[in-house]
């Protein structure tokens, strides 16, 4: 059974810090991998998408990687502002399958 | 529509009490999962349709919850005879074809009293 895990589950930084958020799946036979924000009381923004034939995409201040080999991806956020605050999600969905299996998230607040 | 639209945003039920949850999917996008996220946790997948056909319910943690989107649009989530277990957030999802880029609706959030 596909699990997701990441770290950290909370992160608290200065604005304008640069951040990595992490995410690992125990089947790394990961297809496509998408990361989410969720702010509180709604429901999930899709940033970046990773498609099977790439290893990693970018938007803005936001890039993300996906290393096939270990199953691990990672989440850059460059120069951190208040308005990133909210919590990060990572889905993958491995070969053969098409469901979406999520992490836990990390929780980000960037003070101002 | 511009995004997945869900309805209602908000329900509480008392025990016992059956509900109904109502998902609008981008238009044309074939693939429709529905999720169920516990508070702070990722979202739970519970069921998945390719237009018309429920191609995998393995999620849905009991009898009580079934799903249905009989035109290959609209689908509607209902749970009989709720639970308190049953209160969280209720979100659905809509790709373009499967293993496509996923977009989330607002979610309803179903609190059991």
Known sequence: KQEVTQIPAALSVPEGENLVLNCSFTDSAIYNLQWFRQDPGKGLTSLLLIQSSQREQTSGRLNASLDKSSGRSTLYIAASQPGDSATYLCAGCTSGTYKYIFGTGTRLKVLA | ?113
């Open chain 2, 1 to 113: 529509g511009a995004g997945v639209s869900q309805s209602p945003r908000y329900k509480v039920a008392k025990r016992g009490q059956d509900v109904a949850l109502r998902c609008d999917p981008i238009s044309g996008h074939v693939s429709l999962f529905w999720y169920q996220q516990a508070l702070g946790q990722g979202p739970e997948f519970l069921t998945y349709f390719q237009n018309e056909a429920q191609l995998d319910k393995s999620g849905l943690p009991s009898d009580r919850f079934f799903a249905e989107r009989p035109e290959g649009s609209v689908s509607t989530l209902k749970i009989q005879r709720t639970q308190q277990e049953d209160s969280a957030v209720y979100l659905c999802a809509s790709s373009l074809r499967d293993r496509r880029e996923a977009f989330f609706g607002q979610g309803t959030r179903l609190t059991v009293v």
